[in-house]
């Protein structure tokens, strides 16, 4: 195996993983069961959380699932009376309901706080539990489960280095140097035994999709679009490909971002962009009855693609990367229909030309429009693609060369969109009272 094939494949495995919830609360019901795993009494006294902006902003809004409430706080007391330190990214997802209130009450109790931690990290979770006996403090930089620090009264149990801020680990800066056209040979050509593990991020991902179809999750965007065909306004999933896409997609996002119990696998760091990678394949690959080697190579090729636009982005930042992760499953699309290279390429600039620079304002239920806008796009990108259509390169972000393009794309969210987050922030922390998600009722 080359060494390119061997980096291509561990990238799948670090950056294509499963998590139940978004993945910033998750990370500090992460931080909080591994202080309580080093406490000797385990009755908490307090609980201090301490977190980047983005962070904060990822976090405020956003369900912790099995739970019913968002915040920091609720996904701290979540992870310290719940949480299983070894679970990584599924540090919840085995939430035994009678457990509830003693989580909301600990939450409410006053003992919990949570505060912006003046760090310059993109992201950073610190989390200081106390019992009778002992303090624990358990610190996170750079990646959702990266523990760099573990301190009990005041003495080291663990300590890493720390990650430098805006650091890119060894597999990004690999990425940075390698080119689309790479990732596409790799995914079309590599031995199917070194890809199959890749069919489990459609099949999970599918399996939440179902859900928000079939349960009130978040704003039931994907139900809605689904109910339309009864309404008269619009055809519904059954009407055409583009509405079954958007549909699913939107689907997994409402159930996610809305509590579900059950997992998405996320790329790059986020369940939401790992939705937008897969979802839209599988439907497509089911659309035109894909056999499992395509629907492999498929998952393969959008999930990579996915990484390696990514990773000219921070792993938390302004801009919506659901957007790029579309891009992936815009290729995986084209694959799947019979184009080629160049018309996966083209179908990526065409939704560089489109979208490319939607806000991140912050994970709730309105993910799932931003994931529906980020699908539609792709959609359209691929249409036009197929016809040979493509936004010439003297349009913005728009360049001749696929990888500069992608790296102009990089460019924006890197350094184009940093003055946006501290302002998205602190129009969300200023808001005198949060809105509660509107219910709409089943069969409207």
Known sequence: MTEMSEMFIRSLHEGVVPATGCTEPIAVAYAAANCMHYLTDQHVCSIDVQVSPNVMKNAMAVMVPGVGEPGLLIAAATGALAGDPAAGLSVIADLDPELLPAIKELANSGKVTAGVAPVEDDLYVEVTITDKLNKVKVCIASDHTNIFKIERDDQDLLEKPRPAAHEANEVKKYLQGVTFKDVWDFALNAPLSDIAFMLDS???????????????????????????????????????????????????????????????????????????????????????????????????????????????????????????????????????????????????????????????????????????????????????????????????????????????????????????????????????????????????
């Open 202 to 444: 459609g099949t999970v991902n599918m399996t939440i999709a179902e859900a928000g179809l079939e349960s009130d999750y978040g704003l039931t965007l994907g139900k809605s679009i689904d109910r339309a065909k009864n309404t008269g306004f619009g055809s519904g999933i059954e009407g055409d490909l583009e509405n079954r896409i958007l549909a699913y997609t939107a689907a997994a996002s409402d159930a996610r971002m809305g509590g579900a119990s059950l997992p998405a696998m996320s790329n790059s760091g986020s369940g939401n962009q790992g939705i937008s990678a897969t979802v839209p394949v599988c439907v497509v690959a089911n659309f035109v009855d894909a056999n499992e080697e395509q629907l492999t190579r498929a998952l393969t090729l959008s999930n990579l693609a996915a990484i390696y636009i990514h990773s000219f982005l921070p792993v938390l930042s302004a801009f919506c990367a659901t957007d790029s992760a579309g891009m992936g499953a815009a290729a995986a699309s084209i694959y799947l229909l019979g184009g080629d290279r160049k018309q996966a390429e083209m179908a990526i600039k065409n939704m560089a030309g489109d979208a490319a620079g939607m806000v991140c304002d912050g994970a709730g239920c309105s993910c799932a429009m931003k994931v529906a806008t980020a699908t539609s796009s792709m959609y359209r990108s691929v249409n036009l693609a197929r016809q040979g259509v493509v936004i010439p390169a003297s349009n913005g972000l728009v360049c001749e060369d696929i990888d500069e393009t992608i790296r102009g794309i990089g460019k924006l969210g890197t350094i184009g969109m940093k003055g946006t987050d501290p302002a998205v922030l602190d129009v969300m922390m200023a808001k005198s009272k949060p809105a509660k998600t509107p219910r709409p009722k089943v069969g409207a």
